[in-house]
């Protein structure tokens, strides 16, 4: 569909949706409004159209909310940069954004009922460091002619930028980009990292492989006591705060007890076996699952002084599955990949005999799905938290103390 082609609309905008969008109606099809407010009147362009449900952008705002601010960026525009979806809205109202999306989903997709998810108290709250220059990993696509850039919303098509506003200060003067002149004929991505330890590194990615032009091939991160000395490709929170706050949170609902034993579910490089140690001490037993050859290989090197944590290099559904991590287990930390952790898994979990599970959730939705799946198992969500880890964009990340429901 060209811009001459797109069809444009008068509406007027609904309640904030999981994905960065607000719900509205046209001739009583759903409309997914990206770039507006609840409330607002606006005129948008249909840019996709579906079964039962069109996408759009507001193109022209005719009566803005309250919380409508100027976006900080020139790229966070409609069929610009795809990155950050709130960018138009004002800090405080950001968080009110996804503590609603957090409660709609508990309610539509758990089926919590509305007195249990007042109880718990889903605010989401803010961390420190602001909301631009947070983000301290950031890839680059790099576009047929050479030039790096971020991609538009639901698209391949790469928008050139002179810098990204909401990227770590170091890597927002790394010389990667277009404006600045520079083309990478031979890579498909540029990697970025600037690490709690103060590294800097800057990767070229191809099929081919990978070469550095910035930095070395390891970075240092500070969190929950510990220096972790990591591959610049191993999995890590982008957010500086993210770690520390999500260990915290982790330590502070299951409550560990000197002697217990524990699961870290797709452990990474072991930041919250590396956070139950002290408290569970060398009487302890920890079991970290993970699949990825590079996490797995950076948890035991990081993880080394530590004779009470075992790392296993299997699948998840794998490990339980085929009994690859046996004996009883009283806690477990649960943080899957952004589509969850799938039905399996979590009733794997159920029938184990733990006494607690933390759940750590990058996206609410799948969250929400497996919560369900613990409560027809006979457990209860006893405790939320929730914090705004990526500022600027529709993401949101919660931590849910799972237990029996009879405990």
């Given amino acids: 569909m060209t811009a001459e082609e797109a069809e444009r609309v008068e509406l007027t905008v609904g309640p904030p949706a999981h994905g960065g969008h607000c719900v509205a109606r046209h001739e009583g099809q759903v409309v997914f409004v990206r770039h507006a407010l609840p409330g607002e009147r606006v005129v948008a362009e249909i840019t996709?159209?579906?079964?039962?449900?069109?996408?759009?952008?507001?193109?022209?705002?005719?009566?803005?909310?309250?919380?409508?601010?100027?976006?900080?960026?020139?790229?966070?525009?409609?069929?610009?940069?795809?990155?950050?979806?709130?960018?138009?809205?004002?800090?405080?109202?950001?968080?009110?954004?996804?503590?609603?999306?957090?409660?709609?989903?508990?309610?539509?997709?758990?089926?919590?009922?509305?007195?249990?998810?007042?109880?718990?108290?889903?605010?989401?709250?803010?961390?420190?460091?602001?909301?631009?220059?947070?983000?301290?990993?950031?890839?680059?696509?790099?576009?047929?002619?050479?030039?790096?850039?971020?991609?538009?919303?639901?698209?391949?098509?790469?928008?050139?930028?002179?810098?990204?506003?909401?990227?770590?200060?170091?890597?927002?003067?790394?010389?990667?980009?277009?404006?600045?002149?520079?083309?990478?004929?031979?890579?498909?991505?540029?990697?970025?990292?600037?690490?709690?330890?103060?590294?800097?590194?800057?990767?070229?990615?191809?099929?081919?492989?990978?070469?550095?032009?910035?930095?070395?091939?390891?970075?240092?991160?500070?969190?929950?006591?510990?220096?972790?000395?990591?591959?610049?490709?191993a999995f890590w929170q982008v957010h500086p705060a993210a770690a520390d706050t999500l260990g915290t949170a982790v330590l502070e609902l299951l409550t560990p007890v000197v002697g217990e034993s524990a699961w870290d579910l797709y452990g990474g490089a072991?930041?919250?076996?590396?956070?139950?140690?002290?408290?569970?001490?060398?009487?302890?037993?920890?079991?970290?699952?993970?699949?990825?050859?590079?996490?797995?290989?950076?948890?035991?090197?990081?993880?080394?002084?530590?004779?009470?944590?075992?790392?296993?290099?299997?699948?998840v559904e794998r490990a339980l599955g085929r009994r690859r991590i046996t004996g009883p287990v009283d806690l477990v930390v649960l943080d899957p990949p952004r589509t969850g952790a799938g039905r399996d898994v979590s009733t794997a979990i159920t029938r184990s005999g733990a006494r607690a599970v933390a759940y750590v959730a990058c996206d609410p939705a799948a969250f929400a799905r497996d919560v369900r799946t613990f409560v027809d198992a006979g457990w209860r969500l006893a405790a939320l938290r929730a914090y705004d880890l990526f500022p600027m964009t529709q993401h949101v990340e919660c931590v849910g103390l799972l237990v029996p429901a009879l405990g």
Avoid: M
């Fill in 48 to 233: 996709e159209s579906h079964r039962g449900f069109l996408r759009a952008d507001a193109v022209t705002v005719l009566t803005p909310a309250v919380d409508r601010v100027e976006p900080p960026c020139p790229y966070a525009k409609p069929d610009r940069c795809g990155g950050c979806d709130l960018q138009h809205v004002a800090p405080d109202a950001q968080l009110a954004w996804k503590t609603a999306v957090v409660r709609e989903q508990l309610a539509r997709l758990g089926r919590l009922p509305e007195a249990e998810i007042d109880a718990l108290d889903p605010t989401v709250r803010p961390v420190p460091g602001g909301q631009l220059g947070w983000r301290s990993r950031v890839r680059y696509t790099v576009d047929a002619a050479g030039r790096a850039g971020l991609r538009k919303h639901r698209s391949h098509e790469v928008v050139p930028i002179d810098r990204c506003r909401i990227a770590h200060p170091a890597i927002q003067e790394l010389p990667v980009l277009a404006p600045a002149g520079h083309r990478w004929p031979d890579a498909e991505e540029i990697s970025t990292v600037a690490s709690t330890g103060g590294d800097v590194t800057a990767r070229a990615v191809s099929a081919a492989g990978e070469r550095l032009v910035r930095g070395s091939g390891t970075v240092r991160e500070a969190a929950v006591g510990r220096i972790w000395r990591l591959p610049a490709n």
């Fill in 270 to 315: 072991g930041l919250f076996a590396a956070a139950l140690a002290g408290p569970l001490g060398p009487e302890g037993r920890i079991t970290l699952v993970e699949a990825d050859p590079v996490g797995v290989a950076a948890a035991r090197e990081n993880l080394a002084d530590l004779p009470q944590v075992e790392v296993v290099a299997a699948r």
